[in-house]
C-alpha cells in the first residue's frame, strides 16, 4: 500500500515554469513505477510522464516532450514533474499515479492515486 499526495498546482501565464510534487507514504517507495496523468474538464485522463523504480527510465506523452521532466527522489520519498514553457492546453488536474508491477501509459494499469492539484496556464 502506499498513499500519495500531491502538491504545486497554481495559476500561471503561458510560457512560465510549475514544479509538482507527489509525496508517498506507506510501503517501500523505491519499488513503485511512478507517473503524472492529467485531466481537463469533460475529457478522459490523460498519460503525462513516467519513471521507473530505478530512476533509470522514463517516458513522455509528445505533447509535454522536451519541457516537462519527471524524476524522483527516494531518500525524500517524492516524485516532481519539473512543467516549463507551460502553454493553455496544458491546463487540467494532475494526477500521481503509483503502481509495483506495471510500468506503462494506461491509467487501469496503476493501483494508487493521489487527489489531484490543479494547473491552470492564462494565455
Known amino acids: 500500500q502506499v498513499q500519495l499526495v500531491e502538491s504545486g498546482g497554481g495559476l500561471v501565464q503561458t510560457g512560465n515554469s510549475l514544479r509538482l510534487s507527489c509525496a508517498a507514504s506507506?510501503?517501500?517507495?523505491?519499488?513503485?513505477?511512478m507517473a503524472w496523468f492529467h485531466q481537463a474538464p469533460g475529457k478522459e485522463r490523460k498519460f503525462v510522464a513516467s519513471?521507473?523504480?530505478?530512476?533509470?527510465?522514463?517516458d513522455y506523452a509528445d505533447s509535454v516532450k522536451g519541457r516537462f521532466t519527471i524524476s524522483r527522489d527516494d531518500a525524500k520519498r517524492t516524485v516532481y514533474l519539473q512543467m516549463n514553457n507551460l502553454k493553455p492546453e496544458d491546463t487540467a488536474v494532475y494526477y500521481c499515479?503509483?503502481?509495483?508491477?506495471?510500468?506503462?501509459?494506461?491509467?487501469?494499469?496503476?493501483?494508487?492515486w493521489g487527489q489531484g492539484t490543479q494547473v491552470t496556464v492564462s494565455s
Open positions: 506507506g510501503s517501500t517507495f523505491g519499488h513503485y513505477y
Open positions: 499515479a503509483a503502481d509495483r508491477l506495471v510500468w506503462s501509459r494506461r491509467s487501469d494499469d496503476y493501483s494508487y
Open positions: 519513471i521507473t523504480g530505478s530512476g533509470t527510465g522514463t
